[in-house]
């Protein structure tokens, strides 16, 4: 069964500052894997996602994330934070073929002046 | 430009008495998602149509049920909602499973009295 899982259910950052959200998977196959994003009392958007072409994908908002499947990983960055980027961040797995989505349990962001 | 409408955003009820929530779609999607969200989780998938066939998850409560009358509507019934049934409910549309982008609506807010 596919899972994912969040390292850190809080980062906080300064302005201006790197933004690394760590996100692992469990899958017998390398599946789909999707970033969204959530600010408060509002449905999710979908920042990125990884569907078996180019391992670095660009996303919204000046976020990436680089597919590793050595290490199992989906890992989300942003080079310099703003303020506008707190919110609450979801990582998401499906497999390959008609799959629903399994989320992580969340990483909310913190951005300080 | 309004895509995946839910309405209302917040919704009261009281302890045992039904409610319906609803969700309607401008994309065309053939699949239109159910979440549940508790405050600080991630969501959690109630259930889902493709088209007009029904999936249930398997932990879902058999009181909560679901209604997709045509393309652009969906709905959630809650025949008799508990305390624990407070939550966020997300509807999410996307044009087919695995790799397929979610939509999401903006969330109706359940309190139970």
């Known amino acids: 069964a596919q899972s994912v899982t969040q390292l850190g259910s809080h980062v906080s950052v300064s302005e201006g500052a790197l933004v690394l959200l760590r996100c692992n998977y469990s899958s017998s196959v390398p599946p789909y894997l999707f970033w969204y994003v959530q600010y408060p009392n509002q449905g999710l958007q979908l920042l990125l996602k990884y569907t078996s072409a180019a391992t670095l994908v660009k996303g919204i908002n000046g976020f990436e994330a680089e597919f590793k499947k050595s290490e199992t990983s989906f890992h989300l960055t942003k080079p310099s934070a703003h303020m506008s980027d707190a919110a609450e961040y979801f990582c998401?797995?499906?497999?390959?073929?008609?799959?629903?989505?399994?989320f992580g349990k969340g990483t909310m962001l913190l951005v300080s002046p | 430009d309004a895509m995946v409408i839910q309405n209302p955003r917040y919704q009261v009820t009281q302890f045992g008495k039904p409610v319906t929530l609803s969700c309607s779609q401008t994309?065309?999607?053939?699949?239109m998602y159910w979440y549940q969200q508790k405050s600080s989780q991630a969501p959690k998938l109630l259930f889902h149509?493709?088209?007009?066939?029904?999936?249930n998850e398997a932990d879902t409560p058999d009181n909560f049920q679901s209604r997709r009358p045509n393309t652009s509507f969906c709905f959630l019934d809650i025949r008799s909602p508990g305390l624990g049934d407070a939550a966020m409910y997300l509807c999410?549309?996307?044009?087919?499973?695995?790799?397929?982008?979610?939509?999401f609506g903006p969330g109706t807010r359940l309190l139970v009295l």
């Open positions: 999410a549309t996307s044009r087919g499973l695995g790799e397929e982008t979610q939509y």
């Open positions: 149509y493709y088209d007009k066939d029904f999936n």
């Open positions: 998401a797995v499906s497999e390959v073929g008609y799959s629903t989505l399994t």
């Open positions: 994309l065309n999607h053939n699949v």
